[in-house]
């Protein structure tokens, strides 16, 4: 008598659990091993610095500092009257809004990263906060943001 090889059984279901258990422990395995060899630091070589650029005794080139004032906020602070807007531009006065555009646009020139601080009186009307916000804007100020006013107690 021939004994049934159980290999060849026919009609009986492929039981999935333990076919797919190894393939997920090696996907996890391989997840794993990317995640720790994966560099997640800045590269240095983009940071400016004194260091010359092959090592050796070679001197190094001094990089000039920029100036502080590179990044200094640009306030522009509107003050209501009762009857019509006061424009300034980092404390200076400014008679118009076209000129507080021509300031915007002079400093614009030089950096537009520079962030401008919208500072409206809480009297001031919305129209005069939302052009001066377009003026900046327009000038190619790419961050301007709103100053925020204590609650009065």
């Known amino acids: 008598m021939k004994r049934p090889s159980p290999l060849l059984r026919r009609g009986s ?6 076919a797919m258990t190894p393939m997920i422990d090696v996907v996890f395995l391989l997840l794993v091993f990317f995640v ?3 560099s997640f630091q800045i590269i240095e ?8 650029a092959q090592m050796g005794s070679e001197s ?3 990089i000039e500092p920029l100036p502080a004032d590179d990044f200094a906020d640009v306030v522009i602070r509107i003050r209501w009257d009762g009857v019509s807007p006061a ?10 809004l ?4 021509n300031q915007l646009k002079t400093i614009a020139e030089i950096q537009t990263e520079a962030p401008v601080i919208l500072h409206p009186d809480s009297t001031t009307p919305l129209g005069h906060v939302i052009e001066a916000y377009d003026v900046a ?6 961050q301007v943001s709103f100053a925020v006013n204590p609650p009065s107690k």
Do not use: R
Not at 13 to 18: M, R, T
Not at 45 to 52: A, E, G, Q, V, Y
């Open 137 to 142: 804007k327009l000038a190619g100020f790419a």
């Open 36 to 38: 720790w060899t994966a």
């Open 13 to 18: 279901a492929v039981d999935l659990d333990s």
């Open 60 to 62: 190094a080139e001094d």
């Open 87 to 96: 424009w300034f531009l980092n404390e200076q006065a400014l008679p118009t």
């Open 98 to 101: 076209a000129d507080l555009t």
């Open 45 to 52: 070589h983009i940071l400016p610095s004194k260091m010359s």
